[in-house]
C-alpha cells in the first residue's frame, strides 16, 4: 500500500534525535509548560518571525485562542472559507461567533479576496484566510480590506509550515497566526499539539492568560480562560523536527515537480502556485470531474488518495443552510467534486511515485 502521508517514516527519518529528545524530558520529570516549551516558542515564533509564541493543546484551540484574544464573541461574524477543515468553523463556533462564508479562487482553493467586501456587515469582526494544501491565500488585499473596515486578521496556517508569501511567512501577516502539529502535518508532533503566533505583546498575553484558567500566578485567574497546553513531550519532538521543516518542504516540492513533470498532458489539473509564493505541498493535489473514478482506481491498485475535503461544510448535516454565505459557494462545491491528494511525503520513494504515476496513465 502507498500512504497518502506517512507520519511513521517520518519519526523513523529522524528516530535517534526523537529518541534522545523524549529520554531528556522522561528524565527530567516536567512534562507540562516547561523549558522545552518554552525553547519551542521561542524557536517556531524565530522562525515565522514573529515576537512570541503560545503552544497549546491543538490546532482547533490554537484558532479558538487567537479569536477569544481578540475578544470576539457571541453575537460577532468572522469571515472564512467552507472548504477547509471543519476545526476552522468550529473554532470559530467556541467562541460564540457566527461563521460566514466566501468563496474560494478556482486556481489555488484560497479565500477570494473580491468576494469579501460583501460578506462584511456591522457584526463582523475579523478574517480567516485559511492557507490551504500549503501555500498562502492572497494576503495583501485581504489586509487592505481588513484594515479599511477595522477587522483582525487571524491566519489559518495548519496546512502551511515554512510557505512564503511576498518574501515573509506565513504567520507574519496577520494579527494572530495560528499552527497545528497533527502528525501529519508539514512539522507534526508524535500527538496533538497547536501553536498560537503574534507580534503584538498584548494579544501574546491574553493568549497565555487564556490558554491556562486565566492564571497570572498560579491558582489566580486573572481572567476566564480554559486548560490547552502544550506538554514537554511533543514540545521536544517538535524542537528536533523544526530543524529539518525547511529540508522536509524541499522535498517535498521535488515530489511535487517530478509529479507535475509525469502529470502533463493527461488531462488532470495540477498544483497551481501563486506569484510570488512559494508551496510547500503539505498536500498535493489535482483536479478532475472524474475524480470518484480515478480514486476507487488507484485504491484498487493500492494507492491512499484521499480527499480533502469532500464535503464542503455549509454542506454538512450539523451546518448545512444554518451559516451566511451558504448560497453562493459555487468554486467551493466543484472543489469539494473534484479535487483528489496524492501520496507526498518528505521520505515518498521516488520508485513509489512513479508507480502512482504509471498507474495514472493507466487510468487515461
Known amino acids: 500500500m502507498i500512504l497518502c502521508c506517512d507520519p511513521l517514516a517520518q519519526y523513523k527519518a529522524h528516530k535517534a534525535e526523537i529518541d534522545a529528545a523524549i529520554q531528556k524530558v522522561l528524565d527530567k520529570g516536567w512534562y507540562i509548560l516547561g523549558e522545552e516549551t518554552k525553547a519551542f516558542e521561542s524557536e517556531f515564533a524565530e522562525y515565522i518571525g514573529v515576537s ?76 480567516i484566510p485559511v492557507h490551504l494544501y500549503g501555500q498562502s491565500a492572497d494576503m495583501s488585499p485581504i489586509l487592505d480590506i481588513a484594515k479599511n473596515h477595522g477587522l483582525r ?43 498560537v503566533v ?72 495540477t498544483p497551481k502556485r501563486r506569484q510570488e509564493s512559494t508551496h510547500v505541498y503539505h498536500l498535493y493535489v489535482i483536479s478532475s470531474a472524474e475524480r470518484d473514478e480515478i480514486q476507487a482506481f488507484l485504491k484498487a491498485r493500492g494507492v491512499g488518495a484521499l480527499i480533502h475535503y469532500p464535503v464542503p461544510i455549509h454542506l454538512q448535516p450539523a451546518y448545512r443552510d444554518k451559516l451566511r454565505g451558504s448560497d453562493n459557494l459555487l468554486e467551493t462545491e466543484k472543489a469539494a467534486r473534484e479535487v483528489l491528494s496524492l501520496p507526498i511525503y518528505p521520505e515518498l520513494p521516488e520508485k513509489d511515485l512513479q508507480m502512482v504515476v504509471e498507474m495514472m496513465r493507466c487510468y487515461r
Open 52 to 127: 512570541h509564541g503560545i503552544g497549546v493543546g491543538n490546532g482547533t484551540e490554537a484558532l479558538h485562542i487567537a479569536l477569544a484574544a481578540c475578544d470576539i464573541g457571541p453575537g460577532d461574524e468572522v469571515v472564512t472559507v467552507s472548504h477547509t477543515a471543519v476545526a476552522t468553523v468550529a473554532a470559530i463556533e467556541l467562541t460564540g461567533a457566527s461563521p460566514v462564508f466566501v468563496d474560494i479562487e478556482p486556481d489555488y482553493y484560497t479565500i477570494d479576496p473580491s468576494r469579501l467586501e460583501a460578506a462584511i456587515t456591522s457584526k463582523t469582526k475579523a478574517i
Open 198 to 269: 503574534t507580534s503584538d505583546p498584548e494579544l501574546a498575553e491574553k493568549a497565555r492568560l487564556l490558554r491556562e484558567y486565566g492564571w497570572a500566578e498560579r491558582y489566580i485567574s486573572k481572567i476566564p480562560g480554559w486548560n490547552t497546553r502544550l506538554d514537554e513531550l511533543q514540545a521536544a519532538i517538535l524542537r528536533v523536527k523544526l530543524c529539518f521543516l525547511d529540508s522536509d518542504n524541499e522535498a517535498r516540492a521535488y515530489l511535487a515537480s517530478k509529479y507535475n513533470h509525469a502529470l502533463k498532458g493527461l488531462g488532470f489539473v
Open 153 to 195: 486578521v487571524i491566519e489559518d496556517c495548519a496546512q502551511a509550515h515554512g510557505a512564503m508569501y511576498r518574501g515573509r511567512r506565513v504567520g507574519m501577516w496577520g494579527d494572530m497566526a495560528c499552527f497545528s502539529f497533527y502528525p501529519t502535518k508539514n512539522l507534526g508532533a508524535l500527538g496533538d499539539g497547536g501553536m
